[in-house]
């Protein structure tokens, strides 16, 4: 192997990117744009829920109960009524997604002492955001439960309620605040790796095809393990700079804070960029022309985004589903990324999904090279 000749490859695939201005420019803001759609848009978090309020008790209590509510920064009250009825009319147009009705003698009730019911009426179209509201909810409603009973003790001169059965204190790690972006910014780097290298690296083989350049190569001395790794190192590097652009725009934007070793997330980035590499050899070697690379990456690239863990958990997937998550590249860097990023966790934690990678890495590039010819189809 020559590196006199694969560096004047790699100089020749350089210079080809930068005489191309608008692929160069999109290259390094498309990945930003995403990064800022993803983690202003991609929440799992729900707030300014449009509320409606159904008080047919009308006490002071009912309408404390209404501000208090309404104040929450999960909802946003849309409007008031005392008929019941007219509920429907305001779910069926989409003019509220929750309504909260308060019955009457709620009050009186609450201060005899006996037990209450409020009902809650939601928009199921929207599994997620009715599931999300439903916690919010009665979370909030335990809470005023527990202010009411502690407030009627002290005005009638009893004892505080001993709390019975279970006590609940909740603490959670690594994410405290439950921001979804600190969850998205570091799956966002991920695929920004996977999609830059291998789309770039399957097009440059392609339009090598295409254009009829191949036969210039094919005439020349260099040999097929130099013209391989000539095409895909600078793809290689632009993916590289592209994460680095991704995790400072993440952390310096967004705040999110970087826990991990940055060794460990250069070794586990370059053995998935060989494994994606590799994948772009192989979309490279079925498709003739720069389109028909597009389609069979997209194929590629919607798979490992969606079984990856990416955006939907793995393990609420379908058992059949979870076997395909395995053929999954993307879904053993992802839990890599973020249990670096978010827990600083060391190789002890996350060896087997390393080892797969390197596993996919050598046998995706392993077959692409076997399948690559250096002649002309």
């Not at 848009?41 to 159904?54: P, W």
């Not at 009524?81 to 009186?108: H, T, Y």
């Not at 069979?296 to 798979?303: E, I, K, R």
Request: hydrophobic share 50%; aromatic share 10%.
């Amino acid at each position: 192997m020559s590196l006199a000749r694969m560096r004047h490859l790699v100089r020749k695939e350089m210079i080809q990117l930068w005489r191309n201005p608008l692929t160069l420019r999109l290259i390094i803001a498309v990945p930003l744009i995403q990064t800022i759609v993803f983690g202003y848009v991609t929440t799992t978090e729900v707030r300014n829920l449009k509320l409606l309020i159904c008080d047919q008790d009308g006490s002071a209590l009912s309408r404390d109960l209404a501000v208090r509510l309404s104040a929450s920064r999960y909802f946003r009250l849309v409007g008031t009524v005392q008929d019941p009825r007219e509920i429907d009319g305001w779910l069926d147009e989409g003019r509220a997604k929750v309504a909260v009705l308060l019955p009457r003698r709620l009050s009186a009730y609450l201060t005899a002492g006996r037990r209450a019911s409020i009902q809650i009426i939601l928009d199921g179209s929207n599994s997620s955001e009715a599931t999300i509201a439903l916690a919010y909810l009665q979370k909030f409603f335990y809470t005023q439960s527990s202010r009411l009973a502690l407030s009627l003790a002290d005005r009638a001169g009893m004892s505080r309620p001993h709390p019975q059965g279970i006590g609940l204190r909740s603490r959670i790690w690594f994410n405290p605040e439950l921001r979804s972006v600190n969850y998205m910014i570091p799956g966002m780097m991920c695929l920004i790796l996977f999609m830059v290298t291998s789309l770039l690296t399957a097009l440059s083989i392609v339009r090598e095809k295409e254009t009829g350049t191949m036969e210039q190569l094919v005439v020349t001395p260099i040999k097929p393990a130099e013209l391989i790794l000539g095409k895909t190192l600078p793809f290689a590097l632009v993916a590289m700079i592209e994460a680095v652009l991704v995790l400072s725009f993440g952390t310096l934007w967004f705040g999110v804070a970087f826990k991990g070793s940055w060794l460990w997330l250069a070794l586990a980035s370059a053995l998935f960029v060989i494994a994606v590499l590799g994948l772009g050899m192989f979309v490279s070697t079925l498709a003739h022309t720069q389109a028909q690379a597009m389609l069979v990456n997209q194929l590629f690239m919607a798979t490992n985004m969606l079984l990856s863990g990416f955006m939907f958990p793995i393990s609420s997937m379908p058992p059949a589903i979870k076997y395909f998550t395995y053929l999954v590249p993307l879904r053993y860097f992802l839990e890599i990324v973020r249990s670096l990023y978010l827990k600083g966790t060391g190789p002890e934690c996350w060896w087997p999904q390393l080892a797969m990678l390197a596993i996919f890495g050598l046998a995706l590039f392993g077959l692409s090279a076997l399948r690559f010819r250096k002649r002309i189809d």
